[in-house]
């Protein structure tokens, strides 16, 4: 089954986000008012072939952990989807 | 015979030949090495040069760590080679682990590209044993992801085993506890963030950078 992965990075807490913080500044002098905690991240996308979203989400979060993201400076959070909308029946329910 | 340095060339690198004139300039013998080759053989010492290794696409030196040569370079390091990465080639060895910690962006929102001060912490390292302890050298650093961060018992480990190598005097870029640059256990294996390369020559500005580049060929020796 494929499976659609979405890879949602972002900074950790205390790590130095100059592009939010650039953003943040500008929008008061823009008019926009009342906004804040902007962070900028970074979003990668992929399909995964997989037996189920179980060992997908496992896959993409092996790849996540392992390459797409630095753990010591960014934090990831994965969402996993079946490709097709109507697949079939999970196997063994 | 001189002592040969390989420098390691990714693509979208720019610091080689800069690497290869300072090692030439002091008596070594500079020498590319294509890093989808793995044959570090008859190399003495390994340069991992400044640049964008791979555009910097995804994060820097994420990556040039899959390329064949690191793999040669790490198994070199493990012999006890001595291994020097510069900047981008610093960032590199950080994403491959043979170095801790990770670069993240400066504390201001500014690409930095300046003489900075750097003071020796160790002589016990690759890049300083010919330098003094105390000394303080101008060595240009030229970076936006250069801001040297690691968990705190990473940064204790670092203080209690004396590595790290360089303090910035006045703090550029917002390196935790000043960090310029650190050695691994084996001491073999250093990254800093500032160019002792560009310093090697009155032209540009200062030599300040022959101790280390001297020390990195004695280390190879």
């Known amino acids: 089954m494929q499976f659609s ?15 939010g913080a650039t953003i943040e500044r500008a929008l008061p002098v823009l008019g ?3 906004i804040g905690g902007v962070t900028v991240g970074k979003t990668i996308r992929f399909t995964i072939e997989a037996a189920d979203v179980g060992a997908a989400r496992e ?9 797409l993201t630095n753990p010591v400076i960014e934090d990831a959070e994965l969402t996993v989807e079946a490709l097709v909308a109507e697949a079939s029946p999970e196997p063994g329910t | 015979m001189s002592t040969v340095v390989g420098v390691v060339v990714f693509p979208g690198t720019n610091c080689e030949m800069d690497a290869v004139e300072a090692v030439n300039g002091l008596g070594g013998t500079g020498r590319l090495l294509w890093h989808g080759d793995d044959d570090l053989s008859g190399v003495d010492a390994v340069i991992v040069p400044g640049g964008f290794a791979h555009g910097d696409y995804l994060r820097p030196g994420a990556i040039a760590r899959f390329s064949p040569a690191m793999a040669a370079v790490a198994r070199f390091a493990v012999d006890g080679g001595p291994v ?11 994403e ?3 170095l801790p910690g990770a670069l993240q962006k400066n504390r201001g929102l500014k690409f930095l590209c300046r003489p900075t001060t750097v003071r020796v912490e160790t002589t016990e390292s690759s890049l300083t044993g010919s330098a003094v302890a105390g000394a303080e050298l101008s060595i240009p650093i030229n970076h936006f992801e ?28 917002g390196s935790i506890d000043d960090i310029a640059g650190i050695c691994n256990e084996a001491r073999n294996v250093v990254g800093l963030m500032p160019h002792p390369e560009r310093a090697c020559s009155e032209l540009l500005g200062s030599t300040d950078g022959e101790v280390l580049i001297r020390s990195l060929l004695a280390a190879a020796a």
């Open chain 2, 84 to 94: 020097l990465g510069i900047c981008n080639g610093f960032q590199v060895l950080t």
């Open chain 1, 32 to 34: 926009y008012e009342g």
């Open chain 2, 146 to 173: 250069g801001n040297y961060t690691c968990d705190m018992s990473t940064l204790q480990q670092l203080r209690d085993e004396d590595r790290i190598v360089l303090r910035y005097v006045g703090n550029p870029n």
């Open chain 1, 59 to 67: 896959a993409a979060a092996e790849l996540t952990e392992s390459f």
């Open chain 1, 5 to 19: 992965v979405l890879v949602d990075i972002r900074l950790r807490d205390g790590i130095s986000d100059p592009a």
């Open chain 2, 96 to 98: 491959a682990g043979l």
